[in-house]
């Protein structure tokens, strides 16, 4: 009442309390309207825009190396450092395993392969990422309880290395979401078909996996070349018509198993081979 009379005082007319309060209303409703929007911005982006490894293999005059990449832009952009990767192994044609210490270089040399084909598999460190009213950050709920969105990122990448005789490119890893070739990448030629198994926590899963090569050029926001279902066995099949490097992508949530801490969980597995 005292504002309404100081109003009236100071403008020589009683201010219409039906606008004051249509004024306020319009406010506090833009006010909601912004932070939906924002919550909506984050959580439809944060797939769109989702960042996930590969591993690409060179041959040399040194012998065979490879890189960890890290963006969605196949097959270069940024990489993983070595403290960012949980586990680096390499899967020899008889299923013996053999750990890999990696150093701070980008390309990272392979022992001599031998005959046959090798698996090669990154894992990983998982990571939290966090849309506050900060701006992203690389933390949970527990560092920002008033966050609009958490989700915490396990990511896994295959390779195929070499070619020949193997059962290396068949062993299943464990991991949370799994990629499976049926047949060997390495004995591919162009126009040959390849059919991947795809395994959320070791059960056939039926989503979309995408798959593109190197050289493809993005078709307006279509950013990979070919897309398709897995069937109710998980399978999906792909045709790789064009020679050079590939990559498989599957991409899997689940809702995190404290809310306190998070709200999401994503899993992003991939798998890259060479068609001569």
Known sequence: ?????????????????????????????????????????????????????????????????????FGHRFPGEGRLMPHQLQAVRLIEPDGQTRDLVLDEREL?????????????????????WS????????????????????????????????????????????HPLELLPLSDPSALRTGDPLEVRVLLH???WVGEVRATYAGYEVQGEEAYALRATTNAEGVVRFVPAVAGQWLVLAQAGEDFPDPAVCDRRSYHSTLTFVVP
Request: hydrophobic letters at 40%.
């Open 202 to 204: 070791g059960k056939p």
């Open 108 to 128: 990272h040399p392979l022992p001599p392969p031998g005959e046959g084909t090798h698996l090669l598999v990154v894992e990983q460190n998982p990571s939290f």
């Open 1 to 69: 009442m005292k504002a309404e009379l100081y109003r009236w005082a100071s403008t020589g007319r009683r201010a219409n309390p039906l606008k004051t309060g249509s004024r306020r209303l319009f406010y506090v409703f833009r006010t909601v309207l912004l932070a939906l929007a924002a919550f909506a911005l984050a959580a439809i982006s944060a797939p769109v825009l989702a960042h996930y490894p590969w591993i690409t293999v060179t041959e040399g005059d040194a012998g065979p190396a490879f890189r960890v990449h």
């Open 131 to 174: 849309r506050t009213h900060e701006g992203g950050r690389r933390a949970s709920r527990e560092q920002y309880p008033d966050a609009f969105i958490c989700s915490q990122s396990a990511n896994v990448t295959k390779a195929i290395v070499g070619r020949g005789a193997s059962a290396a490119w068949r062993q299943e890893q464990g």
